[in-house]
């Protein structure tokens, strides 16, 4: 049997439910559409059969492996698993021998490194003249930036491909189907709380699966009890578009805009815990940056941007830290929501007089004609003025000496709005004759 064929064979009946689930096709394998999708890059390569040597990045449980063995199969390579955990040079050294035999017979190799990342530097340095010489289409699995865990030569030899972690709609199809595999019944809710338990790792949902089958002792149908007690702790079933969704969010909301971080808190890990979409909680988060704090502290955004990010890079759980941190620093800012307020004075304005035309001044004159239509004519460049503060009216006719930001005397926004009173001032010393003083 080559090892092509041995990589080809099916799973055990006693192995590992995760083992036995991996996909044999590329239109059965989940998620990773940005490089895999119709015209993405490895897609291309795999259909066109050009493949090169390649690192697979991403978070456990996202499918690298078991992408590796099917580009093989598609591909007809030999495919040689390998473990940098278990193996050292001179094994490196015996499966490139075996890969070099194979070329001069027309068979080209895969050798799929799991956890490429754990090799030294002289074990990576051991690949480079076999890649070179393409003896081997290497294909590096690892959970670690490339960047600082492979040494640049072979990182300058091989494509990286970013894998993500799957998203919660593909672990459910993914347990929907193992459910019908073994044969078990299981509501969508149970099989909403594993994919969320899961955190984008289809491994570990296959594992709380096959555990939660384990404590059904045989029964067809898998109980909110199995999966509790295959989980470890105590299944929330939430309906994320009902109403508990929107009182908890209300509930989460009004605590930050009332200053109670505890209460924050509280409410944001209800949410958690009965797994809402953190990318869901840091947007209405980042919305209550900017409605309820506002200018009063102009951080605020800043720290619930970074909080999108950190949830985005950290994944579940560490990232619902970055969430929690965020409440509370939101709930003990400085209230504002002066800009909320003028933002809808100004949409009212807007909508009521939406024909006013641009005043001249305030237009770019491009040409000879727009000039002679007084196209910029009066315009005051701030920057060529004391203080960069002029007297030209920017609003339109109907408008002039409209007002629609209010700041507060609250935090940074009280600085603000004494800033504002002196601008105003000065403007109006302009405006009543005493000029502009250029600088």
Not at 197 to 221: F, H, I, V
Request: aromatic share 6%.
């Amino acid at each position: 049997m080559s090892l092509f064929e041995a990589a080809s064979s099916p799973a055990p009946s006693d192995s590992p439910l995760a083992e036995r689930m991996r996909p044999e096709r590329l239109e059965d394998f989940l998620g990773q559409e940005h490089i895999l999708g119709p015209g993405k890059p490895l897609r291309a390569q795999i259909e066109r059969d050009q493949l090169s040597s390649m690192i697979l990045w991403g978070p456990p449980g996202v499918g690298k492996t078991s992408l590796a063995r099917i580009i093989a199969r598609l591909t007809r390579c030999e495919f040689v698993p390998f473990s940098a955990v278990l193996s050292g040079i001179k094994e490196i050294k015996a499966v490139m021998a075996d890969a070099e035999k194979f070329r001069h017979y027309g068979r080209r190799t895969i050798l799929f490194v799991d956890e490429i990342h754990r090799f030294n530097k002289a074990q990576q340095d051991a690949f480079l003249p076999y890649v070179e010489r393409g003896d081997i289409i290497l294909i590096g699995a690892t959970t670690e930036n490339p960047s600082f865990e492979i040494i640049s030569a072979l990182l300058s030899r091989t494509k990286v491909y970013v894998l993500r972690a799957l998203t919660i709609g593909e672990i459910q199809l993914l347990l929907h189907r193992a459910a019908g595999k073994l044969g078990l019944r299981i509501s969508d809710d149970l099989v909403q709380q594993i994919a969320l338990y899961s955190g984008g790792d289809a491994r570990s949902a296959y594992n709380t699966l096959e555990a939660a089958r384990s404590a059904s002792q045989g029964a067809p149908e898998i109980t909110t009890q199995a999966v509790e007690d295959a989980i470890q702790r105590k299944v929330a079933l939430y309906d994320k578009a009902g109403e508990q969704h929107f009182n908890l969010i209300s509930a989460l909301h009004k605590s930050v805009r009332a200053s109670d971080p505890d209460a924050a808190l509280y409410w944001l890990s209800r949410m958690l815990e009965a797994g809402e979409d953190r990318l869901y909680l840091a947007r209405r988060l980042m919305r209550m940056a900017v409605e309820d704090i506002g200018l009063a502290d102009p951080r605020a955004l800043e720290q619930a941007a970074a909080a999108v990010q950190a949830v985005h890079f950290l994944g579940q759980p560490e990232g619902d830290l970055a969430l929690s941190q965020l409440a509370v620093y939101l709930a003990a800012s400085p209230k504002s929501d002066a800009v909320y307020e003028a933002s809808n004075r100004v949409r009212d304005d807007a909508q009521a007089t939406a024909a006013e035309p641009v005043p001249l001044h305030l237009r770019n004159a491009p040409t000879p004609l727009m000039s002679s239509l007084g196209y910029a004519k009066n315009y005051e460049h701030a920057h060529h003025y004391e203080d960069a503060v002029v007297g030209m009216e920017c609003l339109p006719e109907s408008l002039r000496g409209r007002r629609y930001y209010f700041p507060t005397d609250r935090g940074a926004e009280k600085r603000l709005a004494e800033r504002l009173q002196e601008l105003e001032e000065k403007k109006r010393k302009l405006r009543e004759g005493g000029g502009t003083i250029e600088s």
